[in-house]
T-cell receptor
Framework: DVKVTQSSRYLVKRTGEKVFLECVQD?????MFWYRQDPGLGLRLIYF???????EKGDIPEGYSVSREKKERFSLILESASTNQTSMYLC?????????????????FGPGTRLTVL | KNQVEQSPQSLIILEGKNCTLQ??????????LRWYKQDTGRGPVSLTI?????NTKSNGRYTATLDADTKQSSLHITASQLSDSASYIC????????????FGTGTRLQVFP
């Protein structure tokens, strides 16, 4: 079974703190993604990575950075947390591209980290 | 306007009944369309992935259909169980323009005994 784990299920931080969210996958997947999920909005892509040390901005990268030093680990960093970053953060991984003649690869999601910034 | 819209926003049914969830999209052309199930407080889990040339795909009691002409997809759940209570999310891959997945906001299904 593919397993994607996230370092914390719940996290409470104060405004201005630096926050690290860790994601680890155990299936040697090439691709890893960070999303945030807010009520009434679909999942929104923050950053993704197709290889070690490679990162690409998603739709809402402002206020975030990422790090992928090892293939299995993808970290999301909030440089200076703000209240509008209170959200559910979801990490995902996939082994190949999302497109393809057979529909592309399945994304596997972690359980999520619910972050509250006070 | 969201490029992937789902209806209804929420749905309540009794255990054992069937239901159908709708997804309308404007992404064109698109590469594939996915349905995910998300239990409360958990990450989404993939149910089906269909390419633009497929009309239907099943996964147990879940059957997804796709009409690329009308840009509509539906997810049919047969003989619902309490464990089907979850949010169901429709996702379209905009491969040709942005190469990104576009997520709908989901339908919240509650199955009562």
């Amino acid at each position: 079974d593919v397993k994607v784990t996230q370092s914390s299920r719940y996290l409470v931080k104060r405004t201005g703190e630096k926050v690290f969210l860790e994601c680890v996958q155990d299936m040697d997947h090439e691709n890893m993604f960070w999303y945030r999920q807010d009520p009434g909005l679909g999942l929104r892509l923050i950053y993704f990575s197709y290889d070690v040390k490679m990162k690409e901005k998603g739709d809402i990268p402002e206020g975030y950075s990422v790090s992928r030093e090892k293939k299995e680990r993808f970290s999301l960093i909030l440089e200076s947390a703000s209240t509008n970053q209170t959200s559910m953060y979801l990490c995902a991984s996939s082994s190949e591209g999302l497109a393809g003649p057979h529909g592309g690869d399945t994304q596997y999601f972690g359980p999520g980290t619910r972050l509250t910034v006070l | 306007k969201n490029q992937v819209e789902q209806s209804p926003q929420s749905l309540i049914i009794l255990e054992g009944k069937n239901c159908t969830l709708q997804c309308n999209y404007t992404v064109s052309p698109f590469s594939n369309l996915r349905w995910y199930k998300q239990d409360t407080g958990r990450g989404p889990v993939s149910l089906t992935i269909m390419t633009f040339s497929e009309n239907t795909k099943s996964n147990g009691r879940y059957t997804a259909t796709l009409d690329a002409d009308t840009k509509q997809s539906s997810l049919h759940i047969t003989a619902s169980q309490l464990s089907d209570s979850a949010s169901y999310i429709c996702v379209v891959l905009d491969h040709y323009n942005t190469d990104k997945l576009i997520f709908g906001t989901g339908t919240r299904l509650q199955v009562f005994p």
